[in-house]
């Protein structure tokens, strides 16, 4: 086996098994095709922005947070430190049909970013954007988890902003 150091007519050079014959050109043009041998360009690699694995995989954890939420909101409304009177705009049903909905979709396109996927990043910029908003608005039935999602919206939206590696400004 050769290495990149010597390549593969050095390689048998030095094992002995070329013939004495071709073995005085080949040492004469052996350096420029050592050369042209070293400097073969690498094989570029698909490999993702960090930023995105982590907003891809943020989306998805907001996404079954917003599930979860959804669900409670369904089937135990008296869990929020509200009543539905005082939400800012609609009744718990709607607020855990709307949470469902928005988490299946964010899971959805979180999966997508974790592929690399355009569409997803644009979708995830748009849903971390509408869960901030709503969030917002669901602050008075669950003041310190809405802000935590909040933050962690602005994050998702930080992350699927940032640029690929590679790619021009």
Known sequence: MSSPQTGPESQAKAEGTMPEQTAVPE????PAEQKQWAMAPAQPTGMMSGWLAFAGSLLAMIGIFNIIGGITALFRPTYYLVGTAQLL?????????????????????GVGCLYGQMWARMTGIALAALSAIAHLAFLAAFPLWSLVVIALSVLVIYGLMVPQRGAAA
Do not use: E, S, T
């Open 27 to 30: 040492q004469a043009a052996a």
């Open 89 to 109: 705009v609609f009744d718990f049903a709607a607020w855990g049909w709307f949470w469902l909905a928005l988490g299946v979709v964010q899971v959805a396109a």
